[in-house]
């Protein structure tokens, strides 16, 4: 399994290389597939695993991202994305957000990752790299653009789920996942790169449709649903400056602001909180007096996720 | 989306002429429907190692529908269609079939389960395996055999057509029960488990079921006469929109009796989903050893070495 993954992912290298591609992106353990439970310790490999290192090897004059079960020193497995360049694992981004409700069960065997952390990369720009539900969490691609990344990575092995007519590409799941790179792209004003799986597994179809959108929020290439292949994106890297100097959103944040409110929210949420009399005397959710009204928002809202 | 019940207009099309009766929430993209499903199918039977399926064909829409959508994933030559008809089974029940076996061409056979299902209650006044009383035996104890009777003989053909034994009930169906444990739910896979009655006739419309099929009341045909919708007291656009809220979207009985559901079906159909949650389930295993199967020994059934050579 992991054998043929680790050659299919060479051959497609090769041909991306003849293309003329700078950048080859591999969806979220596209080395081992994604339903896996107890078989993630069987096809986990170290950092440093041969296996690793030999497809990294495959790299030289190229950016790679693939994705793959990481064993850590304390046996700790991780869903890992790593970036490839030149003939080296450049970075390893390990995956912070772990989906076990609904249909997912990973927390059950995997580990969290706690490092959000861009990378330079021979393409002249940092790169940030999330794994799938990373970015169902506004904080993700913020920190990454903050930190300086100008294009964003998201490797993703997303179930497609909900046929209900009233979509616009019949798929609820893709029409979700559209809307938030979109999102990502325009508000980061950064290139997002999102990599989904394809095919079915088990009971699940992934639904594929990977994209690349411009800083402009722009879709500049949408693969189709369900259909796997290669596809090849020209991109201009000097739209992300156009971009930021037209619309310049990332100079106009305000980290300062954002830091001061979360840790006021922290400090009370986690029953810290000493400045305000009020909130000394409901360190505990029940006694809030929204915690109702919060409950029936709930029960209302939507359920498209990842 | 309107939430009221009742008046549903249905695609393809309105007014007396409609096909069937479609609940605007429960409309999907039939397309992509029919695309997972041979996906699924093809997938199903690679992982296990098999490039040949099979089903038992009853001339009603589900296994119709499962046909059209088998024989596109695997070619029609792939798929063996069983009709299994019992000597009280409405003929146009396997007229039907037989129309989908043309339609399709793919390979069938028709097995009489008679002899099987007499053999055991007995017929005309000759006591059966069952013994003595076999003849009196009730409506549901006869449906059930029959539903095992059509296991046992789908299961021993598919060792001789080397196929596995592709699932025809609805979720409609299995999230109330109208099913036989060993039965007609019996089966290696399912393609269409996750589609309300209404969504199997809007996909049946789109693949091509005959419209005979599509339009017909639908029946377990246990008995000359019986249709599902009056052994239930409800009509399926009545009672998927029913499950479709208050299962997919959550809403809790305040919630469904303010969409306009009578409160007496509400807690009927609330009763059914919960009896037969035995039926969705695999077997508890009591949990002795330090890896119990199910528990916490848990692996995809495609794992490396799991297909058949």
Not at chain 1, 60 to 73: I, N, P, Q, T, Y
Not at chain 1, 140 to 162: F, H, K, M, Y
Not at chain 2, 127 to 143: I, V
Request: charged share 25%.
């Amino acid at each position: 399994m992991l054998e043929t993954n680790l050659l299919r992912h060479r051959e497609l290298l090769a041909q991306a290389r003849a293309a003329g591609a700078g950048l080859v992106v591999f969806p979220e353990l596209g080395l081992t597939g994604y339903q896996l439970q107890d078989l993630a310790a069987e096809v986990a490999m170290r950092k440093d695993d041969p296996r690793l290192l030999g497809l990294a090897a495959d790299t030289k004059g190229l950016s790679a991202v693939v994705s793959f079960v990481e064993e850590a020193d304390d046996h700790r497995l991780f869903i890992s994305a790593a970036l490839l360049e030149d003939g080296d694992v450049r970075f390893v981004h390990r995956k912070l957000f772990l989906p076990t409700y609904g249909l997912f069960d990973e927390r059950r065997f995997f580990a969290a990752g706690d490092r959000l952390r861009t990378v330079d990369s021979r393409l002249g720009v940092k790169l940030g790299i999330a794994i799938c539900e990373d970015f169902w969490h506004l904080s993700v691609p913020e920190t990454l653009a903050l930190d300086g990344a100008q294009l964003l990575i998201n490797v993703s092995s997303s179930p497609g789920r909900d046929l209900a007519a009233i979509h616009e590409v019949g798929l609820g799941t893709a029409v979700s996942w559209r809307t938030l790179m979109r999102t990502y792209a325009q508000l980061t004003t950064s290139f997002v790169v999102f990599c989904n799986r394809v095919g079915m597994d088990e009971t699940i179809s992934f639904w594929g449709g990977s994209e690349v959108i411009a800083p402009s929020g722009e879709a500049l290439f949408t693969a189709p649903l369900f259909d796997e292949g290669l596809y090849t994106v020209d991109i201009e890297l000097g739209d992300v400056r156009r971009e930021r100097i037209g619309l310049p959103l990332l100079r106009d944040e305000r980290p300062e602001l954002h830091l001061r409110e979360l840790r006021r929210i922290l400090a009370h949420r986690t029953g810290l909180a000493i400045d305000e009399a009020s909130e000394a005397n409901d360190g505990g959710e029940a006694g809030r007096p929204e915690a109702g009204q919060r409950g029936a928002k709930a029960a209302g809202e939507p359920d498209r996720r990842p | 989306m309107s939430a009221a019940p009742g008046g549903r207009q249905g695609e393809p099309n309105d007014g007396a002429d409609r096909l069937f009766e479609l609940p605007p929430e429960l409309a999907i993209d039939a397309e992509i429907a029919r695309r997972v499903i041979v996906d699924f199918v093809r997938n199903q039977l690679r992982q296990a190692g098999f490039s040949r399926g099979l089903l038992g064909l009853s001339g009603g829409i589900d296994s119709a529908l499962v046909a059209f959508l088998a024989a596109e994933a695997i070619g029609p030559e792939n798929l063996l269609c069983v009709l299994m008809p019992y000597r009280t089974s409405s003929p146009e029940s396997v007229e039907h079939a037989r129309l989908v076996v043309e339609r399709l061409g793919c390979e069938s056979d028709l097995v009489d389960i008679s002899p099987m299902v007499d053999g055991y209650f007995g017929r005309d006044g000759a006591a059966g395996a069952a013994g003595e009383g076999g003849g009196e035996a009730s409506p549901l104890r006869r449906g059930n055999l029959m539903a095992r009777e059509r296991m046992c003989v789908l299961y021993d053909r598919s060792v001789v057509w080397g196929g596995l034994v592709v699932g025809t009930g609805n979720k409609t169906e299995s999230l109330i029960g109208y099913t036989t444990l060993f039965g007609d739910s019996a089966c290696a896979f399912n393609p269409i488990g996750d589609l309300y009655k209404s969504q199997v006739r809007q996909v049946a419309a789109a693949v091509g079921v005959p419209e005979a099929i599509i339009r017909k009341a639908p029946s377990a045909d246990l008995w000359p006469g019986q249709t599902d919708e009056a052994e239930a007291g409800f009509s399926y656009p009545e009672l998927d929109r029913l499950l479709f809220w208050m299962i997919d979207k959550r809403r809790t009985d305040e919630e469904l009796l303010a969409m306009g559901f009578p409160g007496p079906t509400v807690e009927r159909v609330k009763r059914l989903v919960a009896t037969s949650e035995f039926k969705r389930q695999v077997p508890p295993v009591a949990k002795l050893g330090p890896r119990t199967t199910g528990v916490d020994y848990l692996y995809p059934r495609r794992r490396p070495g799991s297909a058949r050579k």
